[in-house]
């Protein structure tokens, strides 16, 4: 006879494991980055896709996005400022090469004068599964190779990026 309890089963993640994680690959040049967030894959992948990204892709007293546009479709361009809070104004742009709304985008990405990449394009894909909790989001960027402090740098900034929208979206 099997004892029933009600223990959770410890290969189940912690209410921790939510939290947005990174990490970097440097020798291959790429980044991994995940976390669970407060909404359904359509309402998630809205708030990060458009220009609804402008209310909470800010990092107060540093920088905040601004005239976001993209055409989501396979082919069509995107394009957005990085306005630092001094002053400074940075593009990024690209192109979007595949859609599957609301479960996967695949994009290119350019950015101009960034000190850790240059001008060189990373190609970032979007996952977005339904999970419990709302959505787990797996992105993937690829194109660091050979610069591998651009490439742990972003790793830490998707963990911050993912928080916001996560924040962003518990509030909404």
């Known amino acids: 006879m099997t004892k029933q309890t009600n223990a959770v089963d410890f290969r189940m993640a912690a209410a921790?494991?939510?939290r947005p994680k990174a990490v970097a690959d440097a020798a291959a040049g790429a980044l991994l980055a995940n976390a669970e967030v407060a909404a359904p894959p359509e309402r998630t992948f809205a708030a990060l896709l458009t220009n609804e990204v402008e209310r909470w892709w800010k990092f107060p007293g540093v920088y905040r996005l601004k005239d976001w546009r993209a055409e989501l479709c396979p082919q069509g361009g995107w394009s957005v400022c990085v306005a630092f809070d001094d002053g400074?104004?940075?593009?990024?742009w690209g192109e979007i090469c595949a859609v599957e709304a609301p479960n996967r985008v695949v994009l290119t990405r350019h950015f101009a004068?960034?000190?850790l990449i240059g001008e060189r394009e990373t190609t970032?894909?979007?996952?977005?599964?339904?999970s419990?909790?709302?959505?787990?989001?797996?992105l993937r960027e690829d194109g660091?190779?050979?610069?591998?402090?651009a490439a742990h740098g972003n790793a830490e900034n998707w963990e911050?990026?993912?928080?916001?929208?996560d924040a962003y979206l518990c509030a909404g």
């Open 124 to 130: 970032l894909a979007y996952r977005f599964e339904p």
């Open 88 to 92: 400074r104004r940075f593009d990024e």
């Open 144 to 149: 660091f190779l050979g610069r591998p402090q």
């Open 113 to 115: 004068a960034n000190p």
């Open 16 to 18: 921790a494991m939510k």
């Open 132 to 138: 419990p909790y709302g959505t787990l989001i797996t």
């Open 160 to 165: 911050k990026v993912l928080g916001w929208l």
